[in-house]
């Protein structure tokens, strides 16, 4: 039995929780969806030990777990009661191999190296990450690092298991499996989310939010759809014969994946959805596209000139998964003026992505970078602009809005995503890798 009580506020004054109480049963699961930035990484960062130890901040109140109060033990001693996966995986590599990266906490733990090895075989095949032992964990796609996070907590296999957006950048199978195995799970299990996800209905258990820093009822919100009828422009992105292969360069040029893309078009004013399987090449076709990969064959053209990769980099822009990779500045207002933009243009961007220009860029939670960086692309004005798993971590009225937004301007879009709800309110042209091939 959990039952949490907990009031916290960061050094500047920033109350994120205030009264903030939720309890679970043995074995019960709960969810938790909210807006970005109200308080879900923060209460996963508390109940592992994360804030304030490491935020700072002042925190009361305390959490129960089975007769003990998390609030009054370190670090270490939590790790075999609550662990989390991150919904910035990227915050959690450490080491230089899919295996390592599994052993670290299990060796804190004091394991014998037997029941290591029986742990990380059981976890490699429970996640599909089998001859990924020796992989780098930076040459895994989003959805593979997601599934070593998966497979790192199961390993560990904590009292309480903390998911901050897991089902995001899964693939509707791994999506399902995800469920399945949180069901059939006799631990404790907090899900975190921005929006509720077509998986959650195999779930059990309450569904809460957080407003004003307490718990409140949730209120499920309609799926938007995109209203906006653009006109489409004669200006196209095209791509013939393309074919991308993906290295693991950790094991010795192992080829991962072969991706072949016969024909592409996407004209500026439409919208063109990707899906497919994790591991499939589409961020990969998405780095050709916009110059930061070369292609072993093929060509990208704009009007039937073919594009230097430097020339792509001036006219596509990719909004990566990870939306780190891409903010460097310390504050929302310098990022904006690094955009070479007018003071009238950033002031209104501002106000259309819902940003503040004094936050810092380290502090905003990660739906509020995703939003930064769709900022940041719109005041560049590339003619075309490629959305890798944008709607992870935001609400579909967020990142539905931010869409349409650039096909208004006249944009190009091309949205890659794994969640089949979101992408069925999509307009325009839907494409799938299946066995190699973007059709």
């Not at 004091?110 to 040459?139: D, H, M």
């Not at 089902?167 to 069901?183: C, G, T, V």
């Not at 810092?360 to 490629?386: C, N, V």
Request: contains cysteine.
């Amino acid at each position: 039995m959990l039952s949490a009580d907990i009031s916290f506020s960061y050094q500047d004054g920033t109350e994120i929780f205030s009264g903030f109480r939720f309890s679970i049963p043995d074995g019960g699961k709960i969810r938790i969806i909210s807006e970005p930035g109200s308080g879900k990484t923060t209460l996963a960062r508390i109940l592992t030990g994360g804030a304030p130890s490491y935020s700072g901040g002042k925190l009361e109140g305390s959490v129960i777990l089975n007769g003990l109060n998390l609030l009054d033990m370190d670090i270490s001693s939590r790790l075999p009661i609550a662990g989390r996966v991150s919904q910035n995986t990227d915050e959690m590599m450490l080491f230089s191999s899919v295996e390592e990266e599994i052993a670290f906490p299990l060796c804190n733990l004091g394991l014998e190296e037997k029941e290591i090895e029986n742990r990380i075989k059981k976890v490699l095949a429970l996640f599909g990450l089998e001859g990924y032992e020796g992989v780098a964990s930076s040459e895994l796609s989003g959805g593979e690092k997601r599934r070593l996070m998966l497979a790192i907590l199961f390993a560990v296999d904590p009292e309480l298991y903390i998911l901050d957006e897991s089902f995001d950048e899964l693939s509707p199978e791994w999506r399902k499996k995800l469920a399945e195995l949180i069901e059939a799970s006799d631990r404790m299990f907090i899900i975190l989310g921005s929006h509720e996800t077509e998986e959650y209905g195999f779930l059990p258990g309450e569904i809460v939010s957080i407003e004003n820093g307490k718990a409140s009822e949730y209120r499920k919100a309609a799926m938007p759809v995109i209203s906006f009828h653009s006109k489409l422009e004669d200006t196209a992105l095209t791509a013939s014969g393309i074919v991308v292969r993906r290295y693991h360069k950790s094991i010795r040029e192992d080829e991962s994946f072969e991706l072949s893309v016969p024909s592409f078009s996407v004209h500026k004013g439409e919208c063109v959805v990707i899906t497919g399987g994790n591991g499939t090449g589409k961020s990969s076709f998405s780095r050709v596209l916009c110059g930061l990969l070369d292609e072993e064959r093929g060509s990208v053209q704009i009007d039937g000139k073919v594009l230097s990769p430097k020339e792509r980099r001036k006219s596509v822009a990719y909004l990566m998964q990870n939306p780190y990779e891409e903010l460097f500045l310390p504050t929302v207002k310098d990022e904006a003026l690094s955009s070479g933009a007018d003071e009238k243009e950033i002031d209104e961007a501002f106000d259309l992505f819902g940003l503040r220009p004094e936050w810092y860029t380290a502090e905003i939670s990660y739906g509020r970078a995703k939003m930064l960086q769709a900022m940041l692309f719109y005041l560049l004005k590339r003619p075309f602009a490629i959305f890798d798993e944008f709607d992870s971590a935001l609400p579909y009225e967020e990142s539905i809005g931010v869409i349409e937004r650039y096909m208004e301007r006249g944009s190009g879009v091309i949205v890659i995503t794994h969640d089949l709800a979101f992408a069925s309110n999509l307009p325009g042209k839907h494409m799938k890798v299946i066995d190699g091939v973007l059709s």
